[in-house]
């Protein structure tokens, strides 16, 4: 009986050994997992709408269990629940390994309905593999929770001392009345959703989120290859089928681990069970040894197999990430950090996948031709007129992005400064850049208005009134009157009667 040859392309062994009897692959009791974690990750959304029916009718619930808030305790020192939910599920994870991933967490709901809903119209995701965007989770993990302790030593400022807190204070610890204090609206929460729940699996396969993108799946990355609960196998068992690493939607090679070191020590395993369920022999379970430690790296790696891009193609996906990452977060005042990261990785993807329709004789997107013979089919010219529009899209959203910036950059350090000449220098650029991001926007931004209004106000040494009634004429309709209501609320302590002043 001689073991698979794990340099197999298409990762598992002849298809003569992987043909099992469907009695032999339906064994009583052998697909459980998959239903129990069905229904787990099924009641992570029935908990959203219990959490948010109980504030409703309250007034005043338990705070988010939202993990970003690790970077509020860090930066403050208040302690959070979402703080000490991270705490539990990384203590959780060094014990028992990544079980959250795939058995909790409301992303991965999204990509395993959407996975499934793939399969049921006969599209299979296919894994996407690339060295350099490996890079992105880890890296955010770093920016968002490491960087700015860093950051604060380089400043020589003070550790917070940790604190509870309430409501009166700013943030409060357990108990709130603002249960959207961290979270976007509707329409950015059902975006977030559709492009990191739906789009990526589309576009880059099951569990790219994951992958490349969720800087929590970095830190239990980490904190799983010092975890004692594993997949293990019996060999004297074992067919060395391939059927457990074929039912792997994270990618992991798992008949060719188990066959050298007797587990599963790739820390992108998730512990779905999924591997467990399917194999005919039964010869996979979960139980308890030594941590892994770093063994993978031992084993090919994260994929064990080629790369689907080259270096060039890869530094070009990661340029375009990091060109559209600047471009989209915080755009308008509403695009949040994740969502940005999982566009980044979708318009880089797509970049090679427009140059490769013009080099490649036979180029898809997932199961959709774009060229057949070096010639554009039907949906590959829709394909690039899509990405000239695409890239119109993101210009125009740079552009306004940049004048954002340096508005706001403008506007904060106006407010920082003593001196009369600087003011009047710094107000002018704020305004200047402010006033143009507000025109070419597509959406109202109040954080570049209120902005406006103040630049207004804080850099002439005449009345502000007057000088606002000297430029405000030029200016589109909404414009003015954002403006002016801003001006009012940010000038006197009666907005609503000099708004009616400012507007005859």
């Not at 787990?40 to 007034?59: D, E, N, Q």
């Not at 604060?152 to 409060?172: C, L, Q, S, V």
């Not at 108990?175 to 739906?198: D, E, K, M, Q, S």
């Not at 340096?406 to 904060?412: E, H, N, S």
Request: hydrophobic share 45%; glycine share 6%; charged share 15%.
């Amino acid at each position: 009986m001689g073991r698979t040859n794990c340099s197999n392309s298409n990762g598992a062994p002849r298809q003569s050994r992987i043909r099992r009897t469907n009695a032999a692959l339906r064994r009583p009791g052998r697909r459980r997992y998959a239903r129990w974690r069905a229904v787990s990750l099924s009641l992570v959304y029935l908990a959203f709408a219990a959490h948010i029916i109980h504030w409703k009718l309250t007034g005043s619930t338990l705070a988010p269990l939202e993990l970003n808030e690790v970077m509020y305790t860090l930066e403050l020192g208040i302690v959070t629940a979402g703080f000490l939910f991270m705490c539990f599920l990384v203590l959780g994870t060094l014990i028992f390994g990544r079980f959250f991933c795939s058995w909790a967490c409301h992303i991965m709901v999204l990509q395993e309905m959407c996975a499934w809903l793939l399969r049921k119209i006969g599209i299979q995701p296919k894994v996407f593999r690339s060295r350099l965007l490996l890079y992105i989770a880890p890296l955010t993990a770093f920016y968002m929770f490491l960087w700015p302790q860093i950051v604060r030593a380089w400043h020589e400022r003070a550790i917070p001392t940790f604190h509870y807190a309430t409501d009166r204070e700013g943030w409060a610890s357990f108990a709130t009345n603002n249960f959207w204090r961290n979270l976007p609206g509707p329409w950015i929460i059902a975006l977030t959703f559709v492009v990191c729940g739906f789009l990526v699996v589309y576009v880059l396969g099951t569990r790219t989120f994951c992958t490349y993108v969720c800087p929590y799946g970095a830190i239990f990355g980490l904190a799983d290859r010092f975890a004692i609960g594993r997949i293990h196998v019996n060999h004297d068992l074992c067919k060395h089928c391939g059927q457990c690493t074929k039912a792997c939607t994270s990618a992991v090679r798992v008949h060719c681990e188990t066959a050298q070191f007797g587990t599963v020590v790739n820390p992108s395993c998730l512990k779905c069970l999924d591997c467990v369920s399917v194999c005919p022999q039964e010869a996979l379970s979960y139980g308890f040894s030594t941590p892994a430690l770093f063994k993978s790296q031992r084993a090919g790696g994260r994929f064990g197999l080629p790369y689907d891009f080259s270096l060039g193609e890869d530094l070009l996906a990661a340029s375009v990430f990091v060109v559209v990452l600047l471009t989209f977060r915080g755009l308008y005042g509403r695009i949040p950090f994740l969502l940005s990261l999982a566009m980044g990785l979708i318009v880089g993807y797509l970049a090679v996948l427009t140059i490769r329709t013009w080099r490649r004789a036979d180029v898809s997107l997932s199961t959709l031709p774009l060229t057949n013979l070096r010639r554009f089919t039907p949906a590959g010219w829709a394909f690039q007129a899509f990405i000239l529009l695409l890239t119109a899209f993101v210009f125009h959203s740079a552009f306004v992005r940049y004048h954002e910036f340096r508005g706001l950059r403008d506007a904060i350090a106006l407010t920082e400064t003593k001196d009369a000449m600087a003011r009047n220098a710094l107000a002018a650029s704020a305004s200047h850049h402010l006033l143009i991001a507000d025109r070419w926007g597509l959406f109202a931004n109040e954080r570049v208005e209120r902005s406006l209004a103040r630049s207004i106000s804080g850099g002439s040494s005449s009345t502000p009134i007057l000088r606002l009634r000297r430029i405000v004429p030029s200016w589109r309709p909404r414009e003015r009157c954002s403006a002016i209501f801003w001006f009012a609320a940010a000038t006197t302590p009666r907005p609503c009667r000099n708004f009616r002043r400012l507007l005859d």
